[in-house]
């Protein structure tokens, strides 16, 4: 049986593609021209002269540090998550204990407190630590806000796996941490891909740390080194852009890679 073609449904698709495309071709477009062709021919014009040195002005200016100190953080960030996130996730699915699931449920509070509720705190607390102006001062806590949703999302996905194999691997004689190393892990890929891709997302984008934790011009980050663009006398938009297209780029290769991971470990959040 031959299906009708769903008019509607193409119809909504290119009213989506033309709203999701054309913020993207402004931006892309805007990177190319000059300031002047851009205030002088609109955003949607295509470039009169085609040039580079927006993004070649962005990197001399000081945008390859704050690109480095971002990357610095972000994977920084994913090393703490992958290195506590997996044993915790394993310990809350494996014990029966009433003792882990109070943990758990305590650990999970941080879903229910956003950040900018203990900044002030968190100011008083990095500052007294000696990590104010550091770039350890905003990892720890980046880390520490991202572990919780990574938690939930890695345990649920360890969850479908079979009681079975556990079972299987204990009668051979494998202890918790061989099972945990070979079996747990490698059943669990989509769950860490998961995380690593939203904990590198919540590092890269992240701003309200960087804000009040950082100072010098030598511990920016991304996020704050686009206010380098706005000045009194007005705002460079093709600089700017051509700015945030370079922050884009390293977060939309991750998710690229990991786009089919990313999806199946969200399915698992709830488990089957």
């Known amino acids: 049986m031959r299906s009708r073609p769903n008019y509607p449904a193409g119809f909504g698709s290119l009213i989506w593609l033309f709203v999701v495309g054309l913020p993207l071709y402004v931006m892309l477009v805007a990177t190319f021209q000059s300031r002047t062709d851009y205030a002088a021919n609109g955003p949607l014009a295509l470039p009169e002269h085609f040039t580079l040195d927006n993004y070649v002005n962005d990197l001399d ?27 915790l ?27 900018q509720a203990v900044i002030v705190p968190m100011f008083y607390l990095i500052n007294e630590a000696g990590l104010y102006d550091n770039l350890l001062g905003v990892i720890l806590p980046t880390a520490a806000f991202a572990m919780p949703v990574c938690a939930l999302i890695l345990s649920g996905v360890m969850r479908d796996i079979t009681p079975e194999l556990y079972e299987a691997m ?93 999806v199946q470990g969200l399915m698992g959040v709830g488990g089957k």
Request: aromatic share 10%.
């Open 61 to 87: 200016d000081g945008f390859a540090q704050y690109f480095l100190n971002t990357a610095i953080v972000t994977v920084s960030v994913v090393a703490i998550v992958l290195l506590l996130v997996p044993p």
């Open 89 to 115: 996730a394993y310990a809350i699915v494996r014990s029966d204990g009433k003792a882990t699931g109070r943990v758990f449920r305590l650990f999970l509070l941080g879903l229910a407190i956003p950040s």
């Open 170 to 262: 204990t009668v051979d004689g494998a202890t918790p941490w061989r099972i945990f190393l070979q079996l747990v892990l490698p059943l669990s890929k989509s769950g860490l891909s998961t995380i690593v891709v939203f904990s590198s997302l919540q590092a890269w984008n992240g701003f309200l740390f960087p804000l009040v934790l950082t100072q010098s011009s030598e511990n920016k980050v991304i996020t704050m080194g686009l206010y380098d663009f706005q000045t009194e006398h007005g705002v460079d938009i093709p600089g700017l852009l051509a700015a945030v297209v370079l922050s884009m780029l390293p977060i939309l290769l991750v998710y690229l890679f990991a786009r089919r991971a990313l």
